[in-house]
């Protein structure tokens, strides 16, 4: 079992930036397949980012490609979720994932059934 926990969110301007991080414990995970995830009140969690351990492979959704990027240290067994030109539209709680039976990012990574372990989120709000 792999226990993780997020931290980094805040409020922050439209046009600002944060970093989110996800600090893993517990199993060993130099094999797993992190992501991202987002979710509002009212709506499904949504795929937001992913990343392969090993390798670094990454994959995003469009709408926040080319603003986000998201990275891994294995060193401090973190995951790291940056965030750019933050929009309005990109305010939610934000979930760190684990997905223990894949190695590589795969089309299934983005679907929040592939992963087994979660993290209790933290919040993300952009006002405009």
């Known amino acids: 079992q792999v226990q993780l926990v997020e931290s980094g969110g805040g409020l922050v301007q439209a046009g600002g930036s944060l970093r989110l991080s996800c600090a893993a414990s517990g199993r060993t995970f130099s094999s797993y397949v992190m992501g991202w995830f987002r979710q509002v009140p009212g709506k499904e969690r949504e795929f937001v980012a992913t990343?392969?351990?090993?390798?670094?492979?990454?994959y995003y959704a469009d709408s926040v490609r080319g603003r986000f990027t998201i990275s891994r240290d294995s060193a401090k067994n973190t995951v790291y979720l940056q965030m750019n030109s933050l929009k309005p539209e990109d305010t939610a709680v934000y979930y760190c994932?684990?997905?223990?039976?894949?190695?590589?990012?795969?089309?299934?990574?983005?679907?929040?059934?592939?992963?087994?372990?979660w993290g209790q989120g933290t919040q993300v709000t952009v006002s405009s």
């Open positions: 994932a684990a997905d223990t039976s894949r190695i590589s990012v795969s089309p299934n990574s983005r679907w929040l059934g592939s992963y087994n372990s």
């Open positions: 990343i392969s351990w090993i390798g670094g492979s990454t």
